[in-house]
């Protein structure tokens, strides 16, 4: 428990600096789609890289969601700092073709025959799922002041691994899902995420504004800390807010 208590207090130091005067805060939630890169490290075997190329053959990304609040402080006439906390749930997936699993009583005089009911369930899905607490450390310029005005963002999210969760996912629907604890397993537990986006604000009030904008990140911390194979999670999607003054 030490860990996320530093973790949280570190990066929260500056919204209780920065949140007695000319402050915003939002309440943020978002759809993306993740995956991941996947690459060896520095004189790897063939074999590694046979990994690398079969599982970028099979896997593919898949939906999540995040959601939380910000803390805004302008620093200049048109640019502003952001940090504030977010839950995040990321990850990827791979998809089973049907034929790749054979079993015995599906076999008909030596000739494999799909049709027929095999001995267990056939997987269909296999799900990879990742979650964070997520702290951005954010610049954003707005290029106006008008009513609607448009703005780019770029900065850093420092997050703390929570937890990891494998979804076995069988052609009949049933679930069986396997939990990892960070603490005794091989997960980088502190990652640095770049953060890059642009969207729009529209102002309601003086008091209110509605923001969408679209997001890109990248994970710069491997996700498991050892091996010869490195993954790398990024997400792009799209995040829609409200954004309420503070006097």
């Known amino acids: 428990m030490k860990l ?99 079993w015995g009583n599906q076999q008909t005089g030596g000739v494999f025959n799909p049709d027929l009911p095999g001995d267990l369930p056939t997987l269909s899905k296999l799900i990879y799922n990742y979650t964070f607490i997520e702290i951005p450390l954010v610049v954003r310029y707005e290029f106006s002041q008008k009513k609607f005005t448009p703005f780019v963002e770029l900065g850093v999210a420092p997050s703390l691994f929570l937890k990891g969760r494998t979804k076995f996912v069988d052609n009949d629907g049933k679930v069986q899902t396997n939990e990892y604890d960070p603490v005794i397993t091989d997960f980088s537990q502190i990652n640095f995420v770049g953060v890059l986006s642009f969207g729009g604000n529209f102002n309601v009030n003086e008091g209110l504004q509605f923001f969408v904008q679209p997001a890109f990140r990248y994970h710069f911390t491997r996700l498991f800390k050892e091996g010869s194979v490195k993954e790398f999670l990024w997400n792009a999607g799209l995040e829609i807010g409200i954004r309420k003054r503070l006097k």
Not at 58 to 77: A, P, W
């Open 4 to 102: 996320p208590i530093i973790f949280l207090s570190l990066f929260l130091l500056p919204l209780f600096c920065i949140s007695q005067i000319n402050t915003s805060i939002d309440f943020v939630g978002g759809i993306d789609y993740s995956y991941r890169n996947m690459k060896t490290v520095k004189n790897s075997s063939f074999s590694d890289s046979l990994i690398v190329r079969l599982f970028d053959e099979d896997e593919i990304g898949k939906t999540n969601f995040r959601i939380g609040f910000n803390f805004n402080k302008r620093i200049s006439k048109n640019t502003f700092f952001k940090t504030g906390i977010r839950f995040v749930s990321t990850g990827y997936q791979r998809k089973y073709d049907a034929n790749e699993f054979r």
